[in-house]
């Protein structure tokens, strides 16, 4: 009864400490809250392999897969101290203590962290620990006097007070955080982008309805447990470090340049071989070239390293804004500002580069340095540092182990190569010659192109394999390789039964 007792009062104390915390975080620093803090944190510590292995098997979902670990690790934390406290009264400070001090060091030491981001925290530690020893609290005299039918009537109506208090805070806290979400919302839905002086060529007549991604479906890859809502009219971004000038400017001013509109293919590194994080959008943007000649880039410096609001540093060679191809910072995708998940109001992006290496989101920042001297965040955990694509394809249709009748089969999917672009796709059926596949009409090099075949399926089992061979006469080699350390090899491979 008693360790019952501890338990719940150990898990209702933590709830109210916690929702205070997200509550205080939420009014004074949006995004600072102790568990966004402590899971950005584990995030940023997961070795590689770990975190290439939650990419693959919960994609986007790595980040509430993450986010219940944590309340599974806080619920035993807390149940622990709840226990402990019914026989010793030092474990509460000791429980509570240990919850505070994480969450703290966890919110002082995120990227973007200030002194501040460790009192709520702090605040709701303290506040958990005293309401633990109040709930602990009898009085001996009067002990039994509330007890009947070995229900603690006293206890019940403090954990009442207390849930009901957490579950105010909790509920304050997200409606100040909703409209926070709102208002960066609002912001984005009343900007109006200028047209592009420079715009994308229409698509070519047979291009097929899903060669664009529409940008809800567009994959998305960050580190950012929660989306940063940034305010356009105070965004700033900055061109410093080897220049001759830095530059600072407002979104207003970035907009005043004359603005490319490009489709470009996307994809990240992880990627799987006939993995899903690929996607192809018509950005809108400033070129980064001409915001580079007018800082004057110093003689010696190779990396460009953009830090966003949320503080990701991504490593770019300067080479590639240089070198003629179309690296913008984009403002618009797919016709609209850019939605928030994928880096409103401006992000970097570099045609012939993963994600990792060329495309900040939510950047405010370009610092011009060396490779030497700096490593941007995937680099120090052990990725490539130029993060050039590799020449890749994947079969859309069939699905991997449909079953389908003997006869015509369309075999369809999309191969890829920015900066090279596709020269041939062929498809093997159970190993056999390499037959060519068509080729769609593409956009550019820099997209992704569509290629099917009419395969004349018999009966039995089958395997059907993809390789491309891009513009420059590399053909996509066999041998697998991992995602790490630089993209993904071989083949995509599937099995279909047919008859
Ligand atoms: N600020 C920030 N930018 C980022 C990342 C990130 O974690 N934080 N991830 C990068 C990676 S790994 C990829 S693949 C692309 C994905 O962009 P998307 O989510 O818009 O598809 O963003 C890149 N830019
Ligand atoms: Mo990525």
Known sequence: MSRLRGAISGIVAAGTGIAAAELLAAAVRPGAGPLVAVGGTVIDATPTPIKEFAVREWGTHDKPVLLSVIGVV??????????????????????????????????????????????????GAALAGLALWWLLRERRDAADAVRENGVDRRLVLRLSLLAAGAGAAEAAGLAVSGQRENAAGKSREAIRLPAAADPAKPLPNGIAADFTTPSANFYRVDTALTVPRVDPSTWRLKIHGMVDREIELSFTELLRRPLIERDITLNCVSNEVGGPYIGTARWLGVPLAALLKEAGVQAGADQIVARSVEGMTIGTP?????????????????????PLEHGFPVRMLTPGLYGYAGACKWVTELELTTFDRFDAYWVERGWDTEGTVKTASRIDKPKPFARMAAGTVTVAGVAWAQRRGIETVEISVDGGPWQPAELLPTASIDTWTQWRLSWKATAGPHSLAVRATDKSGAVQPETRATPFPDGATGWHTISVTVG
Do not use: S
Request: net charge neutral; aromatic share 2%; glycine share 14%.
């Open 74 to 123: 806080l619920v035993l934390l807390t149940v622990t101290t709840g226990i402990a406290a019914t026989r010793w009264r030092a474990a509460i400070p000791v429980g509570t203590g240990v919850l505070g001090v994480a969450g703290a060091a966890a919110a002082l030491c995120r990227p973007a962290g200030t002194v501040l981001d460790a009192v709520p925290a702090a605040f």
């Open 318 to 338: 300067v080479a590639t804004g240089l070198d003629g191809r179309d690296t913008m910072l984009a403002v618009g995708m797919n016709g609209e500002p850019l």
